[in-house]
C-alpha cells in the first residue's frame, strides 16, 4: 500500500511561482509512475505531468508545457511540481497520483493511489 501527501499549495501572483511536493510512504516499485492531475471547480480532473520513477521520463500536458516542470528524489520518496509563469487559470486542487505499472497515460482511472490535494490559487 502507497499513501500520498501533498504540500507546498497556496496564493501567488499571476507570473509568479510556486512548488508542490508529493511525499510518498510504502516501496515505489521500479516499475511506478507517478504523476500531477489538477482539477478546477465545477471541471473534471485534468493531467498536468507525470515521470518513470526509475527513468525518470516526463511528459506533460499542453498547457503546462514549458512552464512547469516534475522531478523525482528517489532517495527521499518524493514528487515535486515546480510552477513558474502561472496563470489565474491554473487555479485548481493539485493532486498527487501513482500508478504500479505501465507507460505514461493521461487516464485518472489508470492511476491506482491518489493523494488528497493541494489548493493552488493564482490571483489576476
Known amino acids: 500500500q502507497v499513501q500520498l501527501v501533498e504540500s507546498g499549495g497556496g496564493l501567488v501572483q499571476a507570473g509568479g511561482s510556486l512548488r508542490v511536493s508529493c511525499a510518498a510512504s510504502g516501496r515505489i516499485l521500479s516499475s511506478y509512475r507517478m504523476g500531477w492531475f489538477r482539477q478546477a471547480p465545477g471541471k473534471e480532473r485534468e493531467f498536468v505531468a507525470d515521470i518513470g520513477w526509475s527513468g525518470g521520463s516526463t511528459n506533460y500536458a499542453d498547457s503546462v508545457k514549458g512552464r512547469f516542470a516534475i522531478s523525482r528524489d528517489i532517495a527521499k520518496n518524493t514528487v515535486d511540481l515546480q510552477m513558474n509563469s502561472l496563470k489565474p487559470e491554473d487555479t485548481a486542487v493539485y493532486y498527487c497520483?501513482?500508478?504500479?505499472?505501465?507507460?505514461?497515460?493521461?487516464?485518472?482511472?489508470?492511476?491506482?493511489?491518489w493523494g488528497q490535494g493541494t489548493q493552488v490559487t493564482v490571483s489576476s
Open positions: 497520483a501513482a500508478r504500479r505499472f505501465g507507460t505514461t497515460t493521461q487516464d485518472t482511472i489508470q492511476y491506482d493511489y
